[in-house]
């Protein structure tokens, strides 16, 4: 490679290009996702430090008082060891990952991303990104249809900054917030939040925060102090799934 043309792959002018092609574009957390990687060689001979693929999303962020947007990684997977590309050079290279168990769904304001990135030393970083739909899976479909069933409606989902109390691996938590529209539980909840944390063991670990109707001057108080806010967590198995409803229901009404 003559000098000019080194000096033109730094600064990125004739850089490969990436394309990623999905079999599918929609997955169940832990489900295996395939596809393959297209690298299109620029005008120059470069260097390819690393490929890889990240799963993103955005969540909510608090500071300052004041809440913004910022992209969350959910995982990084490798594909190839650094290689050289010659110029114009075609390249495939086939993948395989699982989403992680803890990765957002698909609902409300939440988006799930691929972005496949080609690590190229003092160039700039050409990037594919590709939207994908995570799906529940029956353990997490058969909890949100028993809370519907029960008359509350999706309000609204979204990740958000994760407490203390409740950070695992990531960073955020994906928050459904339900309010009662009909149903045993209208008049006397304001709303029912619902995080999921799946466990390693196949079983999935659902928090809810159960907020309770102000009743009389007592209640208002207790609402104005937010000890109205009920902290709930317990595990469910795919052996609910035929009883949970009644299990959700025997739940929320301790506390409603």
């Given at each position: 490679?003559?000098?000019?043309?080194?000096?033109?792959?730094?600064?990125?002018?004739?850089?490969?290009?990436?394309?990623?092609?999905?079999?599918?574009?929609?997955?169940?957390?832990?489900?295996?996702?395939?596809?393959?990687?297209?690298?299109?060689?620029?005008?120059?001979?470069?260097?390819?430090?690393?490929?890889?693929?990240?799963?993103?999303?955005?969540?909510?962020?608090?500071?300052?008082?004041?809440?913004?947007?910022?992209?969350?990684?959910?995982?990084?997977?490798?594909?190839?060891?650094?290689?050289?590309?010659?110029?114009?050079?075609?390249?495939?290279?086939?993948?395989?990952?699982?989403?992680?168990?803890?990765?957002?769904?698909?609902?409300?304001?939440?988006?799930?991303?691929?972005?496949?990135?080609?690590?190229?030393?003092?160039?700039?970083?050409?990037?594919?990104?590709?939207?994908?739909?995570?799906?529940?899976?029956?353990?997490?479909?058969?909890?949100?249809?028993?809370?519907?069933?029960?008359?509350?409606?999706?309000?609204?989902a979204e990740c958000?900054?994760?407490?203390?109390?409740?950070?695992?691996?990531?960073?955020?938590?994906?928050?459904?917030?339900?309010?009662?529209?009909?149903?045993?539980?209208?008049?006397?909840l304001d709303e029912?939040?619902?995080?999921?944390?799946?466990?390693?063991?196949?079983?999935?670990?659902?928090?809810?925060?159960?907020?309770?109707?102000?009743?009389?001057?007592?209640?208002?108080?207790?609402?104005?102090?937010?000890?109205?806010?009920?902290?709930?967590?317990?595990?469910?198995?795919?052996?609910?799934?035929?009883?949970?409803?009644?299990?959700?229901?025997?739940?929320?009404?301790?506390?409603?």
């Open positions: 490679m003559s000098f000019f043309n080194k000096v033109l792959a730094s600064v990125g002018i004739g850089s490969a290009k990436v394309d990623t092609k999905l079999e599918k574009d929609s997955a169940v957390p832990g489900e295996a996702l395939r596809g393959v990687v297209e690298i299109t060689g620029g005008s120059t001979e470069q260097k390819i430090d690393d490929i890889y693929l990240s799963l993103n999303t955005t969540y909510i962020k608090e500071s300052d008082d004041k809440k913004y947007t910022v992209s969350g990684l959910i995982d990084r997977f490798r594909l190839a060891q650094s290689f050289t590309l010659a110029a114009n050079e075609r390249k495939e290279i086939p993948f395989t990952f699982n989403l992680p168990a803890d990765t957002p769904l698909s609902f409300g304001k939440t988006k799930i991303w691929v972005t496949t990135g080609l690590d190229i030393k003092n160039a700039v970083d050409p990037a594919d990104k590709d939207y994908i739909r995570v799906a529940a899976t029956p353990l997490m479909d058969s909890v949100l249809n028993a809370v519907s069933s029960m008359g509350f409606r999706l309000r609204e958000e900054q994760a407490p203390h109390r409740l950070r695992r691996r990531l960073p955020f938590i994906q928050e459904f917030e339900f309010v009662p529209v009909s149903g045993p539980f209208r008049g006397k029912l939040e619902v995080v999921f944390s799946p466990l390693s063991n196949g079983e999935t670990e659902v928090m809810m925060q159960v907020d309770r109707k102000a009743r009389g001057i007592g209640g208002f108080l207790a609402e104005a102090l937010e000890m109205d806010e009920t902290f709930v967590r317990f595990t469910v198995t795919n052996a609910d799934i035929p009883y949970m409803q009644q299990k959700l229901q025997s739940v929320i009404a301790k506390y409603a």
